[in-house]
């Protein structure tokens, strides 16, 4: 018997906390706010290296070294070389000329000193004086030829390497070493991992309502962040007539090549009345917020959803005005009119 009156007991306390009158539930609270929404739609995007780029020789030759796919490289490493005998011979060929040439303007010089010094007192030597002045001028002339022609061989020499022009990571091994890799062909791929852009296509509609520096909402996989819009492109793509958008992500846990949806505006924004997506109540008889009342009680509001943004979404309901305090942490369990403890209010 004593057992049954402490169920009996425990079954009224609770159905009187339940009622409007009871005992008042803990919750929290955020304003509805006017803000300017627009509606839009997910599009897809794809994930990709800011910096990218595809080496290639200037000239064909046959490759002796090519990094492995997924090396990660340093700014200014060698990530491929082809075979460079032919240009050591071209280079070695040119030194020595230059050498030669060096030499015969050493020895002219030496002479035209000697024959300086012998036509102060003889007329003879002031003849050969010219001629060696005249054979010295010309020897430096081709001294300087032979070095443009030296400096030539040791460019092509260096071009038969093929370095980093920035630290990243071989994405693609398009030729191994061995074959002939064609003058102007990539040889490789390369990736910085980061920074990241998106890569989407959109219809033209939104494509006119995009402007450089708008940040859209992006998500993948649980991730959720923001991209900002660095370009929008001036025509839509013949085939399929929708227009591509680059954003760009910063700090971004995404590798290039990834999906990833980004959001995108079907219409122009416009001033309408929101709440946090938090606030909302989803049951079988549709969507409803709970409102704070001036009495302190819970005050049920259906309502219709409209367009959202990150972690708004616009809303309308009769009687649901901006300012009025909506329960954005609690109201699962709320029952209309019952009384309500506020524990904290959303920052602002």
Do not use: N
Not at 46 to 70: F, H, I
């Amino acid at each position: 018997m004593r057992l049954l009156l402490i169920v009996l007991g425990l079954l009224g306390m609770t159905a009187a906390w339940s009622q409007p009158g009871g005992r008042a539930a803990p919750v929290v609270v955020d304003e509805a706010r006017l803000m300017a929404l627009a509606p839009g739609q997910w599009v897809h995007a794809r994930v990709r290296a800011r910096r990218e780029a595809r080496l290639a020789p200037e000239s064909g030759g046959t490759l002796t070294e090519v990094a492995e796919e997924g090396a990660r490289v340093a700014g200014g490493a060698v990530v491929a070389r082809l075979d460079d005998a032919r240009e050591r011979a071209e280079l070695a060929a040119r030194e020595a000329e230059v050498a030669r040439l060096a030499s015969r303007v050493a020895y002219l010089e030496k002479e035209r000193r000697r024959l300086a010094r012998l036509a102060r007192a003889d007329s003879a030597a002031q003849t050969q004086l010219d001629q060696v002045s005249a054979d010295l001028d010309q020897a430096r002339a081709e001294r300087r030829a032979a070095e443009a022609r030296r400096d030539q061989a040791r460019l092509a020499l260096q071009r038969r390497t093929l370095h980093a022009p920035f630290a990243g990571v071989v994405s693609e091994r398009l030729r191994r070493p061995g074959e002939w890799a064609p003058a102007g062909e990539a040889v490789v791929l390369l990736s910085a991992p980061a920074p990241v852009e998106l890569v989407a296509a959109v219809p033209p509609r939104s494509a006119r309502l995009l402007e450089p520096g708008e940040d859209l909402p992006a998500q993948v996989d649980g991730w959720e962040g923001r991209a900002v819009v660095a370009a929008v492109d001036a025509r839509a793509d013949e085939t399929s007539a929708l227009v591509r958008v680059i954003a760009r992500l910063e700090d971004a846990p995404l590798l290039p090549g990834q999906p990833v949806r980004l959001w995108v505006p079907t219409a122009p924004a416009r001033e309408r009345l929101a709440v946090p997506r938090d606030a909302l109540v989803l049951r079988g008889g549709g969507a409803a917020v709970f409102v704070v009342a001036e009495d302190g009680g819970a005050r049920r509001v259906p309502v219709r959803l409209g367009p959202a943004q990150g972690a708004w979404i616009a809303v309308t309901g009769e009687g649901l005005a901006a300012g009025d305090q909506v329960v954005v942490r609690g109201g699962e369990r709320l029952r209309p009119g019952q009384k309500v403890r506020i524990l904290d209010r959303s920052a602002p």
